[in-house]
Every structure is written in C-alpha cells, then in structure tokens.
C-alpha cells in the first residue's frame, strides 16, 4: 500500500481533473470562444476544471449559478464554507469597505478583537498570530520563522505534500511535479494508508525519524515537520485519529517544529473541531491558515507560539500591505460568527456521517471502488481499475458525470484515483440526496 506510485501530474505539469485543450471542438461555441480569450490573455500556467469548463455567474449557499441558469450544486468548494455570498459576511464586508480600509500599522480594535477570537479557538499554547493574503504567504512565513528559530535548514513533508507556490511552498510541494524541484534540504515521506491502530503511528514515527537521519547524514539539521493534517493533496488520510502523535514526538525530540497546515482541514471541516491537529491530539508550534477564513477574502496567517516568534520579531520585521487589512478582518470575524450561530461544527459532523454512510451503501459490493476516507465534510473515495480503464480514468470520468449531472467534485491523490467531495459545510440532507441521486446517474454512466 505504501509503495510510492508513478506521479500522474508528474509527467506532463498536469492537473488531476484539468480540461483537455485537444477536446476544445466538442465545446460549445461560447465555451470555446472564452477558452480562445483566455490564452490570449492569461499566463499559460492556469489549468480549467472538467472535460467541459464550467462558467458560473452566481452563488448563494451550496448553489452555483452557471451562464445559461443552470444550477449546480457545490460539493467541492472548502472556501465560501460558510455558503457563497453568505449574507451575514457580505454585509460585513459592504459595511467595512464603505468605512474604512487600512492595515495592520495603524491601531485597529477590530483587529484585535479577531486575533483574540481567533486564537481562543486554538490550543492555548499559540497565542501570538499573524496575518497575511494566502495560504502560501502564511506557510512560507511559517517556514521562514521555523528556521530562524532553530538556526536550521531541513524539513520534512509527506510525499505528494501541497502547500502553495511561492518559492519555499513550491519547494517543500511534491504535488506540482517533477519539474517543480523540492529543496535540497527538504525530505518527502510515505504515509500509513491501509494500515490501523498504532501500526499507522509506529509507521509514520519511523518514516519521520529515517527522514531526520537522512538529513543528519547529509549535514543538514531538522527546522521542521510541515502537514496537511488531513493529507488532501496525498488522497486524503484522517484516520486513525491520533497517529501524528509519535511522528511530532520524534520531531520535538530533534529540537524540530511541527507546523500544522490548516489550510484544507481548519475552520472546523473535520466536523469534530475547529483544526484537524486538534482531532490527532498535537500541539503544533504553528498551525497555519487560510481559504475558509474569509469565506472568498484573501486573508490567511498564522499562529504560533509567541517564544518561537520572539527573536524573528526583534531582528526582522514584517508588514504585508494587504493582510489583516480591516475588510478581510471584517469578513473573517463574520465567517466566525456564522459558525457559531450556525453551528456548522456540529452540522459537518452530522451531516458528513450521513453522506458517508449513504456513499458507502452506494458502492457496497462494487469493484470499481476502494476504500471511503475522511472527516465531516472532507471525503475521498478510492476507485480501482476494471481491467479496461484504469483507476485515475475511472476517476476522472466519474467526475465529469457528475458535473454533468449538475453536482461539483473532483479528484486528488497520487495519480488522481480519489474522488474528493468536500461541499460547503452548510450542507444539508436535502442536499445529500440531490447528490446522491447524481452519484447513483454517474454510477450507471461510468461503470455499469
Ligand atoms: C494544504 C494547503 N496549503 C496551502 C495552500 C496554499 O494556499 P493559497 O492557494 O491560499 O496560497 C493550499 C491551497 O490549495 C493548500 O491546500
């Protein structure tokens, strides 16, 4: 099971689920003409989603509205997780814009009522957090921090690790392909798909450990253990719950951080708390953050442990224009407020249980699918080949079917094998069985 497996986006820079641009006749003539205009204008590196790309004018709730008034429901969308043009955060965001916007140079009460909202929702350990645009900000200045504080280089990540694009996030990103070079110092590991109980741990503590004595012999010191906790870009991994903990024990040991990257699981999408480190029991020394917490405003940070922050603070300084500016702090304290009166924790939990298991009695007995991983609201679905299609094209048929018949997933893994279904977390179970009923049409469409 844990064998490293060819790289599907590693031979071609190539996207699980990406539009085929040798299929752009089949389109319809307005797809096709913005498929043109796009390559005029747009930087090649873009990928589109789906056989047939989608063109969405419109969204509310767990509703996308597509150019010609189709409506399609969302099941892949993590970050309008509070629903699209949620009102409660578009009237935040109106209302701020409309009164001030500045940045984190000047004092702002509002700022710092959300740094206190946002931090008591986090083990007490971290309590200082700092603000930026992306995810891939925050992880390259969690990266950053982390070797300032431990005066060392290496760092180790899960072998089809994502974790964003500027220079260090790219270089610790296996998931971009073999023509995106990871560091020098930076170590891939396998991780214990297939295995339960403490065998997972024990597997993943030894991985962890032979990374750091890799690193150790090639001179390098250990400056951190960077994950997913819900191992996204890998092909999903939430269980057993726990079995990060002798991993960050040996970690800590090699005088390394651990940095949780919350930017798939945070904002409560495991449906049994706020960040997926919390489900494994850790304690992070930086759990960084993003996509959900302005539910579409580009804000994103982290938070860290103040001690850790303490000499990169009194040598260097940071100031970055847009983050933290008062309308991304406005949306993310709306997104808080609409968890908690909403309680979408709770409803993740819930309603994940019951897509899960209705998923589940859907492809009882059905060769063509694997194992069903997950959390609340975060699922992947392994498919197996059928001895014609292989299990990546299985995949990415199943995928398409299902936007064809008006329901939005797509794909993760190695090689793309995994369905992923990740839907706003106000999702419902009338919209459970609009899904279903999709699922069991793509069924029929793809592996009858
Ligand atoms: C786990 C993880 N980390 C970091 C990032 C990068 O975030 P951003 O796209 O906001 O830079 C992503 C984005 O997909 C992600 O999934």
Not at 206 to 214: L, P, T
Not at 258 to 283: C, L, N, S
Not at 401 to 428: D, W
């Amino acid at each position: 099971v844990n064998e490293p497996r060819a790289e599907l986006v590693g031979r071609s820079g190539e996207m699980v689920n990406a539009f085929d641009a040798s299929r752009i006749d089949d389109l319809a003539p307005r797809t096709r003409s913005m498929i043109q205009r796009r390559r005029k204008v747009l930087g090649p590196a873009y990928r589109l989603q789906y056989a047939n790309p989608v063109e969405f004018v419109r969204g509310e709730g767990v509703w996308l509205y597509d150019v010609d008034g189709r409506q399609v429901l969302d099941a892949y969308n993590n970050v309008p997780s509070v629903g699209h043009c949620h009102p409660h955060v578009v009237e935040a965001i109106r209302r701020q814009a409309a009164t001030l916007n500045t940045n984190t140079r000047y004092l702002d009460a509002k700022v710092l009522d959300y740094a206190e909202a946002l931090l008591a929702t986090h083990d007490e350990a971290l309590d200082n957090v700092m603000f930026t645009c992306t995810g891939s900000e925050a992880n390259d200045l969690a990266l950053r921090v982390a070797r300032y504080h431990t005066r060392a280089e290496g760092v180790i990540i899960s072998r089809h690790a994502y974790h964003g694009v500027t220079a260090s996030a790219a270089a610790i990103s296996p998931s971009l392909g073999r023509h995106v070079p990871l560091g020098r110092e930076v170590r891939a590991i396998g991780l214990p798909f297939g295995m339960t109980g403490y065998a997972a741990a024990a597997w993943m503590a030894k991985e962890v450990s032979g990374a750091i004595a890799d690193l150790e012999r090639h001179g390098i010191q250990l400056a951190a253990f960077i994950v997913d906790t819900l191992f996204a870009s890998d092909g999903i991994l939430a269980d057993p719950r726990g079995f990060l903990a002798p991993a960050v024990e040996a970690v800590h040991a090699a005088s390394g951080l651990f940095i949780a990257d919350e930017v798939q699981p945070g904002f409560g999408r495991t449906g049994e708390a706020m960040w997926g480190y919390q489900r494994h029991g850790v304690k992070p020394d930086i759990a960084v953050m993003g996509k959900p917490m302005g539910n579409g405003m580009p804000i994103a940070g982290m938070a860290a442990r103040s001690r850790i922050l303490e000499r990169f603070g009194s040598e260097t300084r940071y100031f970055n224009t847009f983050g933290g500016n008062s309308v991304s702090i406005a949306a993310a304290a709306a997104v808080l407020d609409v968890m908690h009166d909403e309680d979408l924790i709770s409803r993740a939990r819930v309603v994940g249980l019951e897509l899960r298991s209705r998923i589940e009695a859907a492809v009882y007995g059905r060769i063509e699918f694997g194992e069903l991983r997950g959390a609340g609201l975060y699922l992947g679905l392994d498919m197996r080949g059928d001895g014609t299609r292989d299990a990546t094209q299985l995949a990415t048929e199943f995928v398409n079917s299902m936007r064809n018949h008006g329901v939005l997933i797509s794909a993760t893994g190695v090689q793309g094998e995994t369905l992923k279904i990740r839907p706003p977390l106000v999702f419902r179970d009338e919209h459970v069985e609009i899904f279903m009923a999709a699922f069991s049409s793509a069924m029929n469409d793809i592996v009858q």
